[in-house]
């Protein structure tokens, strides 16, 4: 059975609280989740009958700013899930320093048995539902897994028509011709890449001679792929949720990406020199980095002892559990936690609120100049208190996100 996503995210919070003597007062707020919001979405399909989904939406935390967080359409959705998901979102903006809260949602479907009318009867179902718990200075959601622009602009739309405005700053992710921004498509995978950047110099490696394995071809897999190719990396490794392939001397990224963006998944792609290999074998190959890039929950107690890697960078929300962690920490590899790897899409985001906000946008390379800025402030610090308290990455993380949420909590005190 796979660890309930709630359960080890709370369990995180117990590690970090126990390395930081941290005040017993405090750490019941940390656990516990503001509000959750259970929906119930009727849609009528295209053929005339009546589908009911059901559909959340979860504040962890607004102490430090409104909530926000990205917004899942997946079968594995359900509420301990998306508890899991907003509480890692919490300790991501505050290690960066947002001032933002921590919130997810998502929507128990399976979206590519949806056609286009009925997903967009969905969505707009789905916000006229959560209507009273977002807003731009209540909660902002954002794309997440099998969600995007277009998704967002539904989102935005639905809002405005029910408030009698148009209000950008409602959902960020949008379309960058209504409001969204620059950058931001590829904002995870832009952060991804100045992470294992500044994480391969502190080890003395050469990017370019490292040979890298991506889990997941999705938003997040596919744009630090994307990335790593173009800057002359060696990826020799990749997988969708058809399959994984492999080939020693790397993968041509490009067309496999134009491959994937016509619809088509790996398994269907024809090339002799590659080889199709099942989620076990890509997530232990002998490389130098490991990306999991796809979901939770992937590199557990089971899988980690054959983990045989240097660097495992979190591109997913919570792919290593707890256990796995302790494995990986023995094995002296450098696990570089999700809320700092993979916070590049939030970070742009929250310059994409910014932007709406201010009716004022910037170009792209003020984006990722600011990006890289923010992230790499985020990743000194963690690297630092690691080095100094002989902890992991993802407790130094920890310890400065919740540190910051505790300073918080103890200022605004309790109401009333
Ligand atoms: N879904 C993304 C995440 O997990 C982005 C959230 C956002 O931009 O609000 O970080």
Not at 13 to 31: G, H, R, S, T
Not at 116 to 143: M, S
Not at 206 to 213: M, P
């Amino acid at each position: 059975m796979a660890l309930n996503p709630f359960e080890m995210a709370k369990k995180q919070i117990d590690i970090v609280a126990e390395e930081m003597d941290l005040d017993p007062n405090i750490l019941p707020f940390l656990k516990r989740i503001e509000r959750s919001l259970i929906v119930s979405i009727p849609i009528m399909m295209d053929d005339g009958t009546i589908k009911i989904f059901e559909g959340y939406r979860v504040h962890h935390s607004t102490i430090r700013g409104p909530g926000k967080g990205g917004l899942r359409y997946s079968l594995g959705v359900n509420l301990d899930e998306v508890k899991a998901l907003a509480i890692w979102m919490t300790w991501k903006t505050s290690l960066l320093n947002l001032p933002l809260g921590g919130a997810k949602g998502g929507v128990c479907v399976d979206p590519f048995k949806l056609s286009k009318n009925e997903l967009e009867r969905l969505t707009r179902r789905f916000t006229a539902e959560i209507i009273n718990i977002i807003g731009p200075d209540i909660d902002i959601p954002a794309p997440d897994v099998n969600t995007n622009p277009q998704i967002m602009a539904w989102i935005m739309d639905t809002y405005s028509m029910q408030k009698g405005r148009t209000i950008t700053g409602v959902v960020t992710g949008k379309p960058v011709e209504i409001g969204g921004s620059v950058g931001r498509a590829n904002a995870t995978g832009m952060g991804l890449y100045f992470v294992l950047q500044a994480m391969v110099e502190k080890l003395s490696l050469d990017l370019k001679s490292l040979k890298i394995v991506i889990q997941g071809f999705g938003n997040v897999g596919g744009s630090i792929a994307d990335l790593l190719y173009k800057h002359g990396c060696k990826v020799i490794a990749l997988s969708d949720i058809s399959t994984g392939i492999y080939y020693e001397d790397g993968l041509d990224i490009e067309k496999l990406l134009a491959w994937a963006k016509q619809g088509n998944l790996l398994k269907d792609y024809k090339n002799d020199k590659y080889k199709l290999i099942d989620n076990d074998e890509l997530l232990t190959l002998k490389c130098d980095v490991l990306i999991p890039a796809a979901i939770e929950n992937q590199i557990t107690e089971k899988n980690a002892e054959k983990i045989d890697c240097k660097i495992v960078l979190e591109g997913a929300n919570g792919p290593t559990t707890p256990e796995a962690d302790k494995i990986l920490n023995k094995k002296e590899i450098y696990v570089v936690p999700d809320i700092l790897a993979n916070s590049g899409g939030v970070c742009v985001s929250y310059f994409e609120y910014v932007q709406d906000i201010n009716s004022y946008f910037w170009k792209l390379d003020r984006i990722n100049e600011e990006l890289k800025r923010i992230i790499i402030e985020a990743f000194e610090e963690t690297y630092k208190i690691s080095e100094e308290k002989h902890i992991s990455l993802r407790t130094a993380a920890y310890i400065i996100a919740v540190s910051r949420i505790a300073k918080a909590i103890e200022l605004r005190g309790i109401f009333p």
